[in-house]
């Protein structure tokens, strides 16, 4: 069974306001948008989980007897009337899942894609992908097709400006899992990947090939990747007894241009013979701009990017990087979902799935006798 794609073309900026979550709620959605009673309230006040509910409303045989009679009580009492897609929650009535990402054009995303329909289509799913390139428009479209009852359950790699409405659904019933939670939102059930020990994989190598005088280009600050990544080549690069210089750390975009602004930045400031870039399309602008200024990668600068992108492997030299196992994270969270659609408990950890460093030609082994080995990868 081919996945549906229904795309929401490509990136984000503002976040809409929505009137109630259009999910779960069935009556109780207030005129001016308030939200009453939702299924997490119900569940809440009765003291059981969402699933609990989900069953008592399916009129399923697994719960018991006094148990159910309190949930359907409560749900007398504060006058919670559940949508027909409420109802339907545990039965994945569509066969249906959504995905909201924030582009298409992320390099990686096509693994990501390919990791979560592989999983799909042997459970006979489709999947109705949605993107925030145009902001607030795209995720009113997005909104329109979760009160219309598109999809049974929801991946998401979180767009900007998104999260409290995509609380909200997960708050109301709709079972949600995070991809690269790069925000850290323990509340979700979410699958990400050793952004620290990445971080620490690219300080120990650039050291043990004798570098000494290390550089970093960052991602955004208010990503949890950012300060994962950052601190874990910090600390790595301080156990080394490797100086990073406060003025040899500049934040980026994760954007090729992004990478080679912050190297031009670089240059302006300090010597450095060694780079951490916190993804591979910042890396690889540096490295562009490394060449623009006369630099020789690896001669007088080795590049470490994060990610390991098609890309990668093409570049002149070759991407040492440290690979994100993007198709397995989506794997793993399709998996999860389903599990919460055939009536599991959602997961209360964090599923973590382990980073591993590629050698390759802009960051080459050297070992004690100054040969150059490359092609290695060893794993977090």
């Known amino acids: 069974m081919a996945a549906a794609l229904d795309s929401r073309l490509t990136h984000s900026g503002n976040e809409p306001t929505f009137c109630g979550t259009g999910y779960g709620t069935g009556s109780n959605q207030i005129s001016g948008g308030l939200v009453a009673v939702t299924m997490s309230d119900i ?3 009765a ?3 969402k699933t609990t509910v989900s069953r008592v409303l399916n009129d399923k045989p697994d719960v018991d007897e006094v148990t159910a009679a309190r949930v359907r009580r409560l749900m007398a009492e504060h006058g919670y009337t559940p949508s027909a897609r409420a109802v339907g929650l545990a039965r994945g009535q569509t066969r249906t899942v959504g995905m909201l990402v924030p582009s298409l054009s992320w390099p990686w995303m096509s693994d990501v894609l390919q990791g979560a329909v592989d999983v799909l289509e042997v459970e006979g799913y489709g999947l109705l992908l949605y993107t925030t390139t145009r902001g607030e428009e795209s995720l009113a479209q997005f909104a329109a097709h979760v009160s219309s009852s598109s999809f049974d359950g929801l991946l998401v790699i979180e767009p900007p400006n998104t999260m409290d409405y995509i609380a909200s659904l997960y708050e109301s019933g709709l079972p949600v899992v995070l991809i690269d939670d790069r925000g850290h939102h323990p509340e979700f059930p979410s699958v990400g990947t050793t952004n620290a020990a990445g971080g620490e994989q690219a300080a120990a190598h650039l050291v043990a090939s004798g570098r ?4 970093m280009i960052t991602g955004p600050r208010e990503y ?3 300060t994962d990544r950052s601190k874990g080549f910090r600390d790595e690069a301080r156990r080394a007894h490797a100086a990073v210089a406060r003025n040899a750390v500049v934040e980026g975009d994760f954007t090729e241009q992004g990478g080679y602004d912050a190297m031009s930045r670089l240059l302006r400031v300090g010597e450095f013979d060694g780079l951490f870039a ?3 399309l910042m890396a690889i602008g540096a490295m562009r701009a490394l060449r623009a200024a006369g630099r020789s990668v690896p001669a007088d600068v080795a590049v470490v990017g994060f990610d390991d992108i098609p ?3 093409h570049t002149e030299p070759p991407l040492t990087t440290v690979r994100q196992p993007s198709r397995e994270m ?4 399709a998996h999860t979902l389903l599990a919460q659609l055939g009536g599991n408990p959602a997961a ?3 599923q973590i799935l382990p980073t591993s460093l590629v050698v390759r030609g802009s960051a080459p082994e050297t070992t004690t006798d100054g040969v150059r080995r490359r092609g290695r990868r060893t794993t977090a």
């Open 212 to 215: 000494c005088r290390l550089a």
């Open 47 to 49: 003291g059981v989980s």
């Open 311 to 313: 890309t990668a492997a």
């Open 43 to 45: 569940a809440r006040l």
């Open 224 to 226: 949890g990747c950012t």
């Open 348 to 350: 209360t950890e964090t």
């Open 278 to 280: 916190h993804n591979d």
């Open 330 to 333: 989506a794997s793993t969270a």
